[in-house]
């Protein structure tokens, strides 16, 4: 890239440091110490600014520069990624929001502990919560390390080092001064940004076209040396049988994975009321299903005008291609309106990442400290001192998310969201589903249900060929590939269900009656709730 195109991305990404750090500085002044305040923002967010922040949570770096790379290289296949992210919103409409907001304060061991003996729940679902916001995390640093060194010009390990770095930094310090409060205006602030920048980029993919969306994708399938089966099923996911339920174990964990989420659960607690939480969820979908529409024309755009192959040369996992549609669409890498618009893109990807990480960060350190450090030391946590271990934990994350988040700098970000996804479904959703709707449920049937989706959805990841057994691997020199799939979510979402059941059943356990009655009433009208 030239002179200019860092120069310009320099001042741009400086320009929104300094604004989420001014932003972190003035709520830090405002209010400190409550746990309410640093976990929940004070629950004082309105319906829409929620939305906006649910979406700034979630469109992140592998919504919008992950899918659209995949779609550049592997066309329909691609689009799958969009179509899963958006239909898991109508399982946490219609089965998460309202129940969770009513029966939870802070984190989803609240929910699950609300009719459980809490230190066992509380260390099996916290401990889940941290691996699947440590994963999630891995998928932001990656997008920082590969993405934004490359769009600074730095290609060296070096460069990209640095850069995760600094981002861990960043977000070690939105989470530590601001807390929730800070962490929900840099969203917002990163959904307008987002959202106004994917718009204009759409919006001049068309005009180049004159409108004609048939002409793009016929253009796209001409240039992707695939001819029209780049515009059908089977590019990626199609090879053989294995491929074929590698992408049913992708649906499944994109579909499901987004209810299990900590980072989306707890958005739902920082509104006063049940009925504000089902409203921001409105909002986001609203949101959220425009982004992803615009995120397919943005990938088939990037397919006809720049080239599936010009793609790969640049990121062979696909992370550059908005930025490289970006700077043609602008003229080209020696024009200036090429010069504005990639460095535009790049401050927004930029932003993508930082809003992101802080909001993950939050997440996992609440668990830290509210599930874990809370349940090994109930007499002496205070809220005060939890709030202290919330802090110290966010800097333990970063260091951790930047050491993973280095070792793999050359996957697909999308790609790496979906294996969080995975291990959420698999942990995460049977737990909460169990606690929610099943009246006989247990103590030992939530510690099962976690840790028989948890384990078995870690270890076959490791197991596949993500990590070794591939030159695209983790550990390109070395094979312990024994699982075939990528995505462990069509073996390990099941054995979480009904490990679960197992659990419960085997328990000698009596369920309390009388908790589950006040869980009911509690989770569908609000009586009683935080």
Request: proline share 3%.
């Amino acid at each position: 890239m030239t002179g200019d195109h860092q120069t310009l991305a320099l001042l741009l990404f400086s320009v929104f440091v300094a604004i989420t750090l001014a932003i972190t500085t003035w709520v830090s002044r405002k209010r400190r110490g409550s746990a309410e305040e640093f976990y929940a923002g004070g629950r004082l967010f309105s319906p829409m600014e929620n939305g906006f922040a649910i979406a700034g949570d979630y469109m992140s770096a592998a919504s919008f520069l992950g899918i659209s790379g995949l779609i550049a290289l592997f066309g329909y296949d691609g689009l799958l990624y969009s179509v899963g992210f958006l239909v898991a919103w109508l399982v946490v409409l219609f089965l998460v929001a309202e129940l969770v907001r009513n029966c939870g304060r802070f984190t989803l061991a609240d929910v699950v502990a609300a009719r459980m003996r809490e230190r066992p729940v509380r260390i099996a679902t916290g401990t889940s919560s941290v691996t699947v916001s440590v994963l999630y995390l891995v998928a932001q640093m990656v997008g920082a390390g590969t993405l934004v060194a490359l769009l600074l010009g730095g290609k060296g390990e070096a460069a990209q080092a640095w850069t995760v770095i600094g981002v861990g930094a960043l977000m070690v310090i939105y989470v530590s001064l601001g807390g929730m409060r800070a962490t929900t205006w840099i969203q917002i602030v990163k959904s307008v940004l987002l959202l106004g920048g994917t718009v204009a980029l759409t919006v001049l993919v068309l005009l180049r076209f004159d409108g004609d969306f048939d002409r793009l994708l016929l253009t796209a399938a001409e240039r992707s040396g695939h001819g029209a089966a780049f515009l059908a099923p089977g590019l990626k996911y199609g090879g053989d049988w294995t491929a074929r339920l590698d992408f049913i174990s992708l649906g499944l964990a994109l579909v499901l994975g987004t209810a299990g989420l900590p980072h989306i659960l707890s958005r739902f607690f920082t509104v006063p009321t049940a009925r504000a939480a089902r409203r921001s969820v409105v909002w986001a979908i609203g949101l959220i299903g425009g982004f992803y529409l615009m995120t397919i024309v943005l990938g088939f755009g990037a397919a006809a005008i720049v080239g599936p192959e010009a793609v790969r040369g640049s990121n062979a996992a696909g992370n550059t291609a908005v930025p490289l549609l970006a700077l043609d669409l602008g003229g080209g890498a020696d024009s200036t309106g090429g010069t504005v618009l990639f460095a535009v893109v790049a401050a927004i990807a930029f932003a993508t990442i930082l809003a992101v990480v802080a909001g993950i960060t939050l997440s996992s350190s609440a668990s830290v400290a509210h599930d874990l450090y809370a349940s090994l030391r109930r007499r002496h946590a205070k809220p005060r001192s939890e709030v202290a271990v919330a802090r110290v934990a966010a800097v333990g994350i970063g260091v951790i998310a930047i050491a993973l988040g280095l070792l793999a700098r050359d996957l697909n970000v999308a790609f790496l969201v979906g294996l969080a996804f995975a291990v959420a479904a698999s942990a995460n959703l049977p737990v909460l589903l169990y606690s929610l709707f099943w009246r006989d449920f247990t103590t030992r049937g939530a510690v099962w249900a976690v840790h028989g989706g948890l384990f078995p959805a870690v270890v076959l990841v490791v197991l596949s060929p993500v990590v070794s057994g591939s030159p695209e691997s983790l550990f390109p020199g070395v094979d312990f590939q024994y699982f075939p799939l990528q995505n462990p979510g069509l073996v390990s979402i099941p054995l979480g269900f009904v490990a679960g059941w197992l659990g419960t059943v085997t328990s000698a356990e009596v369920p309390d009656e009388a908790k589950h009655a006040e869980t009911e009433v509690r989770s569908l009208t609000g009586a009683g709730a935080v």
